[in-house]
């Protein structure tokens, strides 16, 4: 699976849109992007993820360049509950059976008051 | 939505002893599951894939004999610590993905300390 490199920490104030950059530059063409975050002291939680186009849900939107060697993730209004270690992964489909999620080091997001 | 399930939430246990961490898959089936230690501010490292009625596979450096994984149902795997020592304390994570494209579900963690 690709290396992803993200900025180890970021901050942003409540109320704003945080948008955490990842970069993928060795991404090939059927990986997918995945973001995770991880509140303090608990498991990860799955946030989004995409392939080329652009995807919004509930929780954040994904926006993926053209080249798809980078993307954002975007919180559109970050709340105090957003702070945690934010984790972009790169991996292949499944095809059959489950591929092992391999985490960088991911960006430490913390939103101020 | 999938939930994974992962008891106990922390444990404390003296050296020498074994301790087993569960990891259970609550409302769907789980071929493979995956465990991750976490040391204080970094990052999750996988240890094993736990293959339900096979053998697990172990990452490269991870002591098959020292983390004892099971995987006897599609909702259940263990891990167990044996002869754990004071290095062995760590946030344990364990997490299973539900069929179709979907992201990986993770537990809650165990956090293990050894005393």
């Known amino acids: 699976d690709a290396k992803t490199t993200q900025p180890p920490s970021m901050d942003c104030a409540e109320g704003r849109a945080a948008n955490l950059p990842c970069n993928h530059s060795t991404i090939s063409g059927n990986e997918y992007v995945y973001w995770y975050r991880q509140i303090h002291s608990q498991g990860p939680q799955y946030i989004i993820h995409g392939l080329k186009n652009n995807e919004t849900n509930e929780m954040a939107s994904l926006i993926i360049t053209e080249d798809r060697k980078s993307s954002t993730l975007i919180l559109p209004h970050a709340t105090l509950r957003d702070t945690a270690v934010y984790y972009c992964i790169v991996r292949g489909a499944i095809i059959q059976g489950a591929q092992k999620l391999v985490f960088g080091q991911g960006t430490r997001l913390t939103i101020n008051p | 939505g999938a939930v994974v399930s992962q008891h106990p939430s922390r444990v404390i246990c003296k050296s020498g002893t074994s301790v087993k961490i569960e990891c259970r898959s609550l409302?769907?089936?789980?071929?493979?599951m995956f465990w991750y230690r976490q040391f204080p501010k970094k990052s999750l490292m996988l240890m094993a894939t736990?293959?339900?009625?096979?053998?697990?596979?172990?990452e490269q450096g991870v002591e098959k004999d020292k983390f004892l994984i099971n995987h006897a149902s599609l909702t259940l795997s263990t891990l167990t610590v044996t002869s754990a020592h004071p290095e062995d304390s760590s946030f344990y994570i364990c997490?299973?993905?539900?069929?179709?494209?979907?992201?990986?579900?993770f537990g809650s963690g165990t956090r293990l300390t050894v005393v």
């Open positions: 736990s293959n339900e009625g096979s053998k697990a596979t172990y």
């Open positions: 997490s299973a993905r539900q069929d179709g494209n979907y992201g990986y579900t």
């Open positions: 409302d769907f089936q789980a071929t493979t």
